[in-house]
């Protein structure tokens, strides 16, 4: 009669470890979301992402990838802080390995490039995210909420951003006149100067779109009203496109070249009303980037009063 028991428990504790099987594919349940390049079927809840070059967009929902892109590691330092020893280099942006990328078995690559979807697809599921698609850090983290699955990971995180945007811009009010206007010049990359318009990269969302701060007129009409993310302008131009405020992007080390004579009649030079930002906190613009960045440009205007 013990011996008929025991049998009867083991079948039965066999026949309930069968039924809870389905629960362990649970992961693998996938779902069709809408992209750039079209319908895409993907995993309903990622474990292993891998992401070429919008880290700061995954981490702010809660997914540390698998894999990013060498550039993005290095050249997003405010995003250090957030990336463990799990995130493993796959290469440069534009020459990423895809043995590499093999290697860490995603079950999910988001892409900026068009042109890697082919290869990437013979992976894992792809999709494209496409940043020029979204205006803004509202619309790009909601965006990747539902590529993630994480939409309530999303909202939960732009409540916190929108309350401390909201502290930074009462901080720039309180220290500078409503009309001031501001440049963002790249002094490091090329002979001639970059003049940064509303875009993600080198703080321009941050000071633009996120802190509203009022360009100055020509990079308005040259740059910005004609969606272009920058201009190379000539030294011997850039007091076309001076601000009241200059925030000069500089190279860290040694690395920064002497500015030509030109810079110091700007009349924002003159009057000590140059910001200094470091290239590597601000190359990146990322929803985390962005937020850190334009809490820094605000503490860093409200310091020269």
């Known amino acids: 009669m013990k011996k008929w028991l025991m049998v009867f428990m083991v079948f039965m504790l066999a026949a309930c470890s069968a039924k809870e099987e389905p629960a362990t594919d649970a992961k693998t349940d996938t779902r069709e979301i809408e992209t750039v390049m079209g319908k895409v079927t993907v995993p309903s809840n990622p474990q292993r992402v891998i992401v070429d070059w919008d880290l700061g967009h995954v981490i702010a929902l809660g997914v540390e990838p698998v894999g990013a892109s060498k550039t993005t590691l290095e050249f997003g330092q405010l995003l250090k802080q957030f990336v463990t020893d799990k995130t493993d280099e796959i290469g440069r942006d534009g020459q ?103 875009s ?70 003159k009057n000590g009303r140059v910001i200094e930002l470091k290239v590597k906190e601000y190359f990146t613009g990322d929803p985390i980037s962005t937020l850190l960045q334009a809490e820094d440009m605000a503490a860093k205007v409200a310091e020269l009063k």
């Open 96 to 198: 990423v390995s895809y043995e590499k990328v093999l290697e860490l078995e995603p079950d999910l690559i988001i892409t900026w490039n068009r042109d890697q979807v082919a290869e990437y697809e013979k992976i894992a599921p792809t999709v494209v995210f496409d940043t020029t698609q979204y205006d803004g850090v509202h619309e790009q983290l909601t965006a990747m909420g539902e590529i993630l699955n994480r939409q309530n990971e999303a909202k939960d995180w732009l409540a916190d951003y929108d309350q401390r945007v909201a502290k930074a811009k009462a901080q720039i009010e309180a220290s500078v006149p409503k009309d001031a206007t501001f440049t963002i010049i790249d002094s490091g990359t090329v002979k001639d100067a970059i003049v940064v318009g509303k």
């Open 200 to 269: 993600g990269e080198r703080g321009g969302l941050a000071a633009y779109g996120v802190l509203e701060l009022k360009a100055a007129d020509k990079i308005q009409q040259d740059i910005i009203d004609k969606k272009e993310s920058r201009a190379e302008v000539s030294w011997e131009s850039i007091q076309d496109f001076a601000g009241d405020y200059i925030f000069l992007i500089t190279q860290q080390g040694d690395n920064q070249d002497e500015l030509p004579s030109v810079w110091q009649s700007l009349d924002a030079v």
